[in-house]
């Protein structure tokens, strides 16, 4: 009862750091990009897809595997929200980063701009459930298989919705490439810089 009680408080935990940190990447991004360039990245319907292709793995988190304390568990509100505020703020640089890619650099209509926003808050939000799980770096504890296929699953369903234009623009498999190898990258980067930043936390208690 103990160790099983301990996995369901890490499990609260991770959800609670991916919610607040995917909180504060989709909603600074959003507002800056209309207070700054008077440009709504992502559509209505956009932000209506995103939470429900968000739902399958949350609810997955319920299953994860984590590892459990050998010591009794309480909240640290200190950690998770300075841990929640990083990973916010470096999903938000990562979205002025396509922003600007798509918009300087590939010259998108604006259309395809959206859906080429789109796909990357919503890869890059599922992928933060991998960075969200584990104090070490991702690899470290397995995830459950349920959590791993929902997310995989979720996220070819937004790929090829964007890839073939079903509810939302069309951008081709070229850029949605693209915007799969950029969030990777960004997701690899944030790992590293989350372990380190986890080392700094402990090190200031």
């Not at 988190?61 to 990083?86: C, F, G, H, Q």
């Not at 916010?88 to 926003?117: A, E, H, K, P, W």
């Amino acid at each position: 009862a103990v160790k099983e009680s301990r996995k369901i408080f890490q499990r609260m935990n991770n959800y609670a750091l991916y919610r607040i940190a995917e909180t504060i990447r989709v909603l600074l991004f959003i507002t800056f990009s209309i207070i700054a360039f008077s440009f709504y990245p992502v559509t209505s319907l956009m932000i209506v897809l995103l939470a429900l292709l968000n739902d399958a793995p949350i609810m997955t988190i319920a299953y994860d595997n984590v590892k459990y304390s050998d010591l009794p568990e309480k909240w640290n509100m200190r950690t998770l929200l300075n841990m929640a505020t990083i990973l916010g703020i470096i999903g938000v640089i990562t979205s002025f980063g396509i922003l600007y890619i798509g918009m300087d650099v590939f010259y998108l209509s604006r259309d395809v701009l959206q859906s080429f926003i789109y796909l990357k808050l919503s890869v890059a939000g599922h992928l933060t459930i991998f960075v969200a799980r584990t104090r070490g770096h991702f690899w470290s504890v397995k995830p459950a298989k349920i959590l791993f296929v929902a997310i995989v699953v979720t996220q070819m369903i937004a790929t090829l919705i964007t890839v073939y234009g079903f509810l939302l623009p069309a951008m081709g498999w070229s850029l949605a490439l693209f915007v799969w190898g950029y969030a990777l990258t960004a997701f690899v980067i944030t790992d590293f810089i989350k372990v380190y930043a986890y080392k700094l936390l402990d090190r200031t208690k």
